[in-house]
């Protein structure tokens, strides 16, 4: 009897370990990369960590403006011709908090909005259609980026920015992270924060940082738009008193 109840509780306690295995993790796989022509439509002189300005030109009254954002990504639809079809990632409650915050000192940035896939109407995700989305909606400024994991601790991301109106590429823009080992803590590695130690969420910081001083840059090279006063608005010739409280 005493050899059986040691039988039923080492199969018992087998058990419960099994019960309290996690699933294995899958193994790393890269996802299509997005290449800078899919963002731009066209050959563009491809920045690498940090930003290039495509047209030096200054320009008037592109600031205040509103900026459109969209982050593309791609598919492969058949594997023996490499076709690949472009699509917008579906997180636009986590673009808007994000990019809201990353130009909340901007005071020429009226505001941050994303455009994805509805927006299109059913189009294909092409830069030119993103654009026009961008304009319909507002948008005087817009960014179509990207984010690529060429290995498994590395992330970069990409991205044009465009006025609008001539939907003419303004910049490119390029940041790149690698993961970093957690910090000790007192509860261990295990509870380390991703925000800090993992490539994908770094590169974000880096590249919203990237964009923000691009912006800067163009804002610097804008002259302000001339105000005229009305036809028809007559100014006093002389400043007139209004006493109050009244008598």
Same mark, same amino acid.
């Not at 990019?99 to 901007?106: E, L, T």
């Given at each position: 009897?005493?050899?059986q109840?040691?039988?039923?509780?080492?199969?018992?306690?087998?058990?419960?370990?099994?019960?309290?295995?996690?699933?294995?993790?899958?193994?790393w796989?890269?996802?299509?990369q997005?290449?800078?022509?899919?963002?731009?439509?066209?050959?563009?002189p491809?920045?690498?960590?940090?930003?290039?300005?495509?047209?030096?030109?200054?320009?008037?009254? %592109?600031?205040?403006?509103?900026?459109?954002?969209?982050?593309?990504?791609?598919?492969?639809?058949?594997?023996?011709? #490499?076709? %690949?079809?472009?699509?917008?990632?579906?997180?636009p409650?986590?673009?808007?908090?994000s990019?809201?915050?990353?130009?909340?000192?901007?005071m020429?940035?009226?505001e941050?909005?994303?455009v994805?896939?509805?927006?299109?109407?059913?189009?294909?995700?092409?830069?030119?259609?993103?654009?026009?989305?961008?304009?319909?909606?507002?948008?005087?400024?817009?960014l179509?980026? #990207?984010?690529?994991?060429?290995?498994?601790?590395?992330?970069?991301?990409?991205?044009v920015?465009?006025?609008?109106?001539?939907?003419?590429?303004?910049a490119?823009v390029?940041?790149?992270?690698?993961?970093?080992?957690?910090?000790?803590?007192?509860r261990?590695?295990?509870? #380390?924060?991703?925000?800090?130690?993992?490539?994908?969420?770094?590169? %974000?910081?880096?590249?919203?940082?990237?964009v923000? %001083?691009?912006?800067r840059?163009?804002?610097?090279?804008?002259?302000?738009?001339?105000?005229?006063?009305?036809?028809?608005?007559?100014?006093?010739?002389?400043?007139?008193?209004?006493?109050?409280?009244?008598?």
């Open positions: 009897m005493a050899a109840r040691v039988i039923v509780a080492v199969a018992v306690l087998t058990g419960l370990l099994g019960g309290c295995a996690g699933p294995r993790p899958q193994p796989a890269p996802a299509p997005v290449h800078w022509e899919e963002l731009a439509g066209t050959a563009v491809a920045a690498e960590d940090g930003y290039v300005i495509l047209s030096p030109e200054p320009t008037q009254g %592109r600031f205040p403006a509103a900026i459109g954002v969209s982050r593309v990504g791609v598919e492969i639809v058949n594997a023996e011709t #490499a076709e %690949r079809r472009p699509y917008l990632c579906p997180r409650r986590n673009e808007f908090l990019w809201n915050s990353a130009f909340d000192d901007q020429a940035v009226s941050v909005f994303p994805w896939q509805r927006d299109l109407g059913g189009a294909e995700a092409t830069p030119g259609q993103i654009v026009a989305a961008f304009r319909a909606l507002g948008a005087k400024v817009g179509i980026y #990207a984010q690529n994991a060429p290995s498994e601790t590395e992330a970069e991301m990409l991205g920015i465009y006025d609008t109106d001539t939907t003419t590429p303004l490119t390029h940041a790149r992270a690698h993961s970093v080992p957690p910090r000790e803590r007192p261990g590695p295990r509870h #380390a924060i991703p925000w800090e130690t993992d490539a994908r969420a770094l590169v %974000r910081v880096e590249f919203q940082n990237e923000a %001083r691009c912006l840059e163009l804002l610097k090279r804008d002259v302000p738009q001339t105000v005229d006063v009305p036809a028809g608005w007559v100014m006093p010739e002389t400043p007139r008193w209004i006493q109050w409280p009244p008598q």
